[in-house]
């Protein structure tokens, strides 16, 4: 029982590994317009009042509690004003006193460092208080509270893949106020964090969606750093596999041909040079396990070889791909170019 519950789970993991790898491979297919990088935010779980007795405000009017909660302030026990604040919006959520509240909560968070309850605070004021104060000042400490606790996580002792936990944050404020001025930058954020968790193709998802939408960001050129970098990374994932090494490539190009003055122009061309490269040594790698009679048959190599030469002409291995050719079709009474298409294609009809 117990093998074959470790067979059944394996299998799962197998399943699961196969799904994300072929979820890369479409999405790498997709043109940049058919792509959305920016997922829904979490629902953000609205307060309500609490059914407990401990968490009942303790004055019987909202302003009496802002009164209370803003004396406890005063008094220092932040903590206590926090709690404070939240019992008056659970209760009072329609009630003007509310909006200053949960503004308050986000502004003491902030300043005892708590980052995450900052964020949280900031989010929720964006989620069902927006058109009630300026927005401005808000999103700006939203960053800044995402910012670090991107920064936490860097600094720890212990390094983590940053994960779309972190991710979500900034996607959470671009959902918020999606035509901000300082999207682009959130959305290099969220580029290299993918980046750094060696999630190349969302990162390169995450530039193209920047490409089509800012155009006119002033640091575009960084950004076309982010995406051949992430390119040429993601060339080193997928070096078995010639068809996304092609893809990468044109990537590649097409950055060039989008910033051609851009610094690092030459970089990139070497980048795209040594893609095509390792694509040209594995096509060859190919073409001779195909030649093999005992386990393909003599077309599929002949085959193997002609696409070979006609992807890369200017491969060194083209004398010896040439040789292997006329040798197959001399041993077999074969025409020195092989089966023709004609040939080729009855017999598969056949």
């Known amino acids: 029982m117990k ?14 590994a196969a799904w994300a790898q072929y979820r890369d491979y479409a999405q790498m297919g997709k043109t940049p317009a058919e792509l959305q990088f920016i997922d829904d935010p979490l629902e953000i779980e609205k307060k309500e009042p609490a059914w407990w007795f401990w968490n009942k405000p303790k004055m019987d009017t909202a302003a ?30 329609t009630a003007p006193e509310a909006l200053y ?10 300043a005892m460092g708590n980052a995450s309850a900052a964020y949280d605070a900031d989010i ?3 989620a069902y208080f927006a058109g009630h104060f300026k927005s401005g000042p808000v999103l700006e400490d939203a960053v800044a509270q995402a910012d670090q606790m991107v920064a936490q996580n860097r600094e720890g002792k212990i390094k983590f893949r940053l994960g779309s936990g ?20 959130l959305m290099v954020k969220i580029a290299e964090i993918y980046v750094q968790d060696e999630e190349y193709a969302s990162a390169i998802t995450v530039c193209d969606r920047l490409f089509i939408d800012w155009p006119a960001y002033e640091k575009l050129d960084e950004v076309v750093d982010l ?8 060339a080193d994932q997928w070096q078995n596999d010639t068809g996304r090494l092609k893809h990468l490539e044109q990537l590649i190009s097409g950055a060039i041909i989008f910033r051609p003055a851009h610094p690092n122009a030459a970089l990139f061309g070497r980048w795209k040079q040594e893609i095509y490269e390792l694509r040209r040594a594995r096509s060859y790698e190919k073409a001779t396990f195909y030649d093999n009679p005992e386990a393909y048959s003599l077309e599929a190599a002949i085959r193997a070889y002609q696409t070979f030469l006609r992807e890369f002409p ?12 006329a040798e197959l079709s001399i041993a077999n009474n074969l025409p020195a170019e092989g089966p023709s298409a004609p040939v080729r294609e009855q017999e598969e009809t056949k």
């Open 3 to 16: 093998a074959r519950t470790l067979f059944l789970l394996l299998g799962l993991a197998l399943a699961s």
């Open 101 to 110: 509240a949960q503004l308050s909560i986000a502004r003491l968070e902030s």
């Open 64 to 93: 009496d509690q802002l009164a209370y909660a803003a004396e406890l302030e005063r008094a220092g026990k932040q903590r206590r004003a926090v709690s404070a604040y939240n019992d008056l919006v659970r209760q009072w959520h």
């Open 314 to 325: 200017d491969a060194p291995q083209v004398p010896r791909v040439r040789e292997r050719l």
């Open 227 to 234: 995406y051949c970098d992430a390119c040429r990374r993601l």
């Open 166 to 185: 972190l991710r979500a944050n900034y996607e959470r404020i671009i959902h918020f106020a999606p035509r901000w001025e300082r999207v682009p930058e």
């Open 124 to 126: 929720y004021l964006l």
